[in-house]
């Protein structure tokens, strides 16, 4: 009875905190679809562990309780981007501390004039997904590196493969977040703000496309895996996820209006079902890619960043406000 109650509990609690995003069906599809299409010569242990890596894929939504407060304040903001609340920003700053100095900046000039809109102007409200998914990626692009050296030498490498293999399943949920448009918009939880079009501001909308309609349909591997294009290296892989948000934010309307037409409870929606299968394989085509891109570039010898040390004062990039450069291109 006690592990029932916890299970509700988690429930509970993420159900009532936006920015929890799919649900089980929807992120292990992603991660299972990933793995499936990576290349041939990917590392083979990868496959191996593809249901460890699909069932780790809600893991992140598990460190977003407030019974662990140190945790959700850190990892909440991880899970969502809304670009409406940080449209003040020129360019996204290659770091997550100027990002967050940037808006405390804005907080403070706006803070009096207008402070319903200072209220938002904050990490928490306008999420960090995009650093959370390059952080991880590279995580996996250094375990990578350590599996290669310890392969090379003749070393046992189970404990570095289970610590990739986890780390995989850790992006594929910030990848498939990022892939479900209401998780990159102030829209999240129902429409704000001016509505001539009268869609819904139940933030119920959230679930029942994610989770309920995903679950209606029956969505399987089978379903997303012919959607995925060949796997690619992007130029950088930082820039790669934000385009991976913006075209996921195209989308917000759409959902708006399918569930307006009631979209949402019909399980012979063609358009709800295409919706949901195009999404779900935009974000296990980025996970993989991500993967595929890690495991190239750790066989690459390290490169110097231009600049030098990013915590050396003489980095001409170097910002004394967090201590470090940004990441360059």
Avoid at 159 to 185: K, M
Wanted: net charge neutral; with cysteine; hydrophobic share 40%.
């Amino acid at each position: 009875m006690p592990k029932r109650s916890s299970a509700l509990a988690l429930l509970v609690f993420l159900a009532a905190d936006p920015g929890v995003a799919w649900g089980p069906r929807g992120h292990q599809v992603i991660n299972r679809v990933a793995i499936a299409a990576l290349p041939s010569d990917a590392p083979a242990f990868l496959r191996n562990y593809a249901d460890w890596i699909a069932e780790r894929s809600t893991v992140p939504d598990s460190w977003r309780l407030p019974s662990e407060p140190f945790l959700k304040i850190d990892e909440d903001p991880n899970h969502g981007w809304f670009k409406e609340q940080f449209a003040f920003l020129k360019t996204i700053p290659r770091s997550r501390y100027e990002f967050v100095l940037a808006l405390y900046d804005e907080y403070l000039r706006i803070k009096d004039k207008d402070p319903e809109r200072g209220r938002f102007t904050n990490v928490r409200w306008t999420g960090t997904l995009p650093y959370a998914a390059v952080e991880t990626y590279e995580r996996i692009k250094v375990g990578m590196r350590q599996y290669r050296a310890a392969a090379t030498a003749g070393r046992d490498t189970g404990n570095i493969e289970r610590d990739i293999a986890f780390c995989v399943g850790w992006l594929g949920h910030y990848t498939g977040d990022g892939a479900q448009p209401l998780h990159d918009s102030i829209h999240h939880d129902g429409w704000l703000g001016l509505n001539p079009a009268n869609y819904t501001r139940e933030p119920s909308i959230h679930g029942r496309f994610e989770t309920a309609f995903v679950d209606l349909i029956e969505v399987s591997p089978a379903d997303v895996a012919p959607r995925l294009g060949k796997a690619r290296v992007y130029p950088d892989a930082f820039d790669a996820i934000l385009a991976h948000l913006d075209k996921a934010a195209s989308h917000v309307e759409e959902i708006y209006g399918l569930d307006l037409a009631g979209a949402f409870s019909d399980k012979q929606s063609k358009q709800g079902r295409e919706l949901v299968v195009e999404r779900l394989a935009s974000g296990a085509e980025l996970l993989r890619d991500l993967v595929w891109q890690a495991w190239i570039e750790s066989g690459q010898p390290l490169r110097r960043p231009a600049g030098g040390n990013p915590i050396d004062f003489r980095n001409p990039n170097y910002n004394p406000a967090t201590g470090s450069a940004p990441a360059p291109r």
